[in-house]
């Protein structure tokens, strides 16, 4: 079989595979068109083999003047000490990897409270605060449907580097900022630490295991 044959016979093999790559690759624009947060779940069921970290420590939560999303200032070991379960992550508002997917979890987490959401307080903090003022985190919040006790809190860049050496969360820089949780039951209890990915199952078991296992 001469050469031109051969690619003339394969010709139609190859139409059919090229055009079910076209399909694929429309089906999953128009997927992410309707779901902005398709990348989000793809990143999240890719980490899911990587695992959770889990750790208990003790921080002394610094009392340093941060500022709400609705432009009060306000005290962080106030708000962090206020006697409520209260879970820390933190964000940045120009971020397109992490921060939307940990934001994403904070929301899911939030429905899965339930008639709780309001006992519990979920704090976001910014580690980009000279970007971030109040009125941007109040719009980055609205995104993720934060509601009922989800702040998002600004400050200074010194107040922000502080909170997140208190957490030791700090990497020096926010592009280098890894994906991390915290969780504390009540003021005096130790935290729970979740370095990772974590869901909002994962999250619910901290606060309501009973829940989480949907029993």
Request: proline residues 5%; aromatic residues 8%.
């Amino acid at each position: 079989m001469s050469l031109s044959n051969g690619l003339r016979r394969a010709s139609p093999c190859l139409a059919v595979g090229l055009a079910l790559a076209g399909v694929l690759a429309i089906g999953q624009a128009r997927a992410a068109d309707e779901d902005p947060h398709a990348h989000h779940h793809m990143m999240m069921a890719a980490s899911a083999d990587s695992g959770v970290q889990r750790s208990e420590a003790s921080y002394e939560i610094p009392d340093l003047k941060l500022v709400r999303e609705s432009g009060k200032s306000v005290s962080l070991r106030s708000e962090i000490d206020d006697g409520r379960p209260v879970y820390v992550n933190f964000i940045f508002t120009t971020c397109t990897t992490i921060c939307p997917l940990s934001s994403q979890v904070f929301s899911q987490l939030q429905k899965k409270l339930g008639d709780d959401r309001d006992k519990v307080h979920l704090v976001s903090i910014s580690i980009d605060p000279e970007m971030d003022t109040p009125a941007r985190l109040r719009a980055y919040a609205a995104r993720f449907h934060a509601a009922g006790e989800w702040t998002h809190y600004t400050g200074s860049f010194e107040a922000s580097i502080a909170a997140q050496r208190a957490f030791n969360a700090y990497r020096g820089d926010k592009m280098n900022h890894t994906p991390l949780t915290l969780y504390r039951a009540a003021p005096g209890k130790p935290w729970v630490r979740l370095d990772g990915f974590a869901t909002a199952d994962q999250l619910l078991a901290l606060y309501a295991p009973k829940a989480a296992g949907g029993t």
